[in-house]
């Protein structure tokens, strides 16, 4: 099957998430480079209409929304014009939770492979992990008390 029909089969809430991640992905990269996470995070929540207030118990439906609008998050990434890191893609999932009304957390780990220290980002929604294919953060010890959102 071509992109073009995987693309029609999308849903109208898949294809505005994945339209929007194409978008911000690359924003995000330049707005990272010049103003810290947390005032670009500060920017994007002020530029987020919510239609409710954050749910603070997250039901299975919006767990599925939240995992559905990450796996559009990576295929922006993957086969969009912008390839996002782990944390432009972090924040860019962050920020369409937000718009979902849904509260996520990015959070952040490391790891030492071969004397070479190694840093990861991804977002938690409800302590699952939305924008890791197979559980690749796991390699990563969490900096506990270092989250942004």
Known sequence: MSNWAKLRMLSFPEKRSLAASVVLLPLSAVALRFVSLRRWQTFLSKATARRSPHRSCIDKSALDAAFETARMVRVASARGPYRGNCLQQSVTL???????SIEGKIRFGARKDEGRLGAHAWV???GCALNEGRGSHNEFKPC???SAG
């Open 124 to 126: 938690e929604v409800d």
């Open 94 to 100: 962050w920020w369409l939770l937000q718009r979902q």
């Open 144 to 146: 506990d008390g270092v």
